[in-house]
């Protein structure tokens, strides 16, 4: 995946010129508030450089040396011995200024690589990323809990992390070394429950053809997690009762008490309280698995991280699909519009689909699945890709062509008062282009291919799209 760069300035017109030779040179890019910063370095991946303006709570010297593996290019004059300290890039930037200096980062980041973290539950509660009460609290209990042996149980809409939140105390634990095993009390049968627990004996029911260890015996020594245990049969309910009292169980068939030498934490989406009350869930047993609870907020409940969640989210879908996109700005308030029902899982999912559909491209309203889009928008073919636009961006950068040259005084052709239209003048440039190559090769298209310096099958698709034939 490519490396992307973090921009953090208070300077609004100087983020904006920046972002927009950024998306030209095809480079993925984040504004960063400079709150965030520790937390989007920390969480990002791959990193290629962090441009930044002039800073209020701490000097750049500061940042310099808490993260001496990440290259920092000023915005604003300022000279720096630290070796991660590659230059100042001034307004108002150009493609080649912006260049060099990124070469000279990606230059330093393979010198010093990042060191690779693998505590998996630091790498877990990535994924609790965000400023507000809500998830912060969740973060927080974690900590408290996740080095007792006390039963947790975590409540929460569907799709709000309460695996995620799972998995942190369990590798944050002094049971990190041992087995974490999950099992979904609400999708196996009720028949079949009591066997995949606690196991059976050979013999023990038809079918039953040899023994077979159940989720308690696999996750001895570590963590089991009993997901949806609001679903659980009532009869099964009065087993794990004693389990967690005793912390003994017996194999389906089997007369041999075994010690469960297990931590137990739960989860559901249900109100188990009310259950109670109309009892179908066991109230002695609530009070077994409640001893420490934990409520994930829903998405809806902590709009202003969604941003933090984006980053995060696609940077792992994008070393997995080993690609990037980039949303804009209206796409995110789009997003933030949105009420979520889905959560954090429902995110997550949109974000890959886009990968899938959009690859190394801009995403804009009209991109997103129509239950998504609400503000207005034009269709995607009525505007250019990134892909169109970094193509004749570098025809632009290289000799230029005839048409941009003012016949009169043969420099580059100035931008008139009134503005321009450049999402039209750079399609009418490519248009142009490709009208002169294919005249100089007498309509052979890979001739004209190479003359434009692009693979056959690429002319071919902006012929279709521009309605060009050979003759043209």
């Known amino acids: 995946m490519a490396m992307g760069v973090l921009i953090v300035d208070t300077d609004v017109a100087r983020r904006q010129q920046l972002g927009t030779v950024l998306s030209f040179m095809g480079m993925p890019w984040q504004e960063v508030a400079q709150a965030d910063l520790d937390m989007a370095i920390e969480a990002s991946g791959p990193l290629q450089g962090v441009l930044i303006g002039e800073l209020v709570d701490r ?45 000279f980062c990606q230059a330093f980041v393979s010198l010093h690589p990042k060191q690779q973290v693998h505590d998996k539950g630091q790498t877990l509660l990535r994924l609790l990323v965000g400023k507000g009460k809500g998830i912060q609290e969740v973060r927080r209990l974690i900590s408290q809990v996740a080095q007792t042996d ?16 799972a998995r942190a105390i369990h590798e944050l634990s002094n049971r990190a070394g041992g087995p974490f095993v999950p099992i979904n009390c609400g999708a196996i049968p009720a028949e079949l429950l009591e066997s995949e627990l606690f196991g059976h004996e050979k013999g023990a029911f038809t079918g039953a053809i040899a023994a077979r260890r159940g989720r308690f015996e696999l996750a001895q020594g570590g963590t089991l997690f009993l997901d949806e245990i609001g679903d659980m049969p009532m009869p099964m309910q009065v087993k794990l009762l004693r389990v967690l009292q005793e912390r003994l169980f017996d194999r389906v068939g089997g007369g041999k008490p075994i010690h469960a030498d297990v931590r137990i934490i739960a989860a559901t989406h249900r109100d188990l309280e009310a259950m109670i009350r109309t009892q179908e869930f066991r109230e002695d047993l609530y009070y077994r698995l409640n001893v420490f609870p934990i409520e994930t907020p829903p998405l809806r409940d902590r709009i202003d991280d969604i941003p933090l969640l984006l980053q995060e989210l696609l940077n792992r879908h994008s070393e997995q699909h080993q690609g990037f996109i980039r949303l804009t700005q209206r796409a995110m308030e789009s997003l933030l519009q949105y009420p979520w029902p889905g959560n954090v899982r429902e995110l997550s999912n949109l974000l890959e689909r886009l990968l899938i559909l959009y ?98 099958t690429t002319l071919v698709e902006k012929m279709k799209k521009y309605g060009m034939s050979k003759e043209a």
Not at 66 to 76: E, G, I, K, W
Request: hydrophobic share 40%; with cysteine.
């Open 59 to 103: 000097p750049l010297s500061t940042l310099l040396e808490q993260y001496p593996r990440t290259p920092f290019v000023s915005l604003a004059e300022i000279a720096l011995p630290n070796s991660n300290f590659i230059g100042v890039a001034q307004a108002p930037f150009s493609y080649e200024s912006l260049t060099r200096h990124l070469h």
């Open 150 to 165: 006390a039963n947790v149980l975590i409540l929460g809409e569907s799709g709000t992390g309460k695996e995620v939140v």
């Open 359 to 456: 690859p190394q491209q801009i995403v804009d309203v009209s991109d997103l699945p129509s239950r998504y889009r609400l503000l207005p928008c034009e269709p995607r073919d009525a505007r250019l890709t990134e892909m169109d636009e970094r193509d004749a961006l570098a025809a632009v950068f290289q000799d230029p062509p005839e048409l941009l040259v003012s016949q009169s005084s043969g420099n580059l052709m100035q931008l008139p008062q009134e503005g321009v239209n450049l999402k039209e003048m750079l399609a009418d440039l490519e248009v142009e282009l490709i009208r002169q190559a294919l005249e100089s090769q007498e309509g052979v298209v890979a001739r004209a291919a190479d003359l434009l310096g692009m693979r056959r």
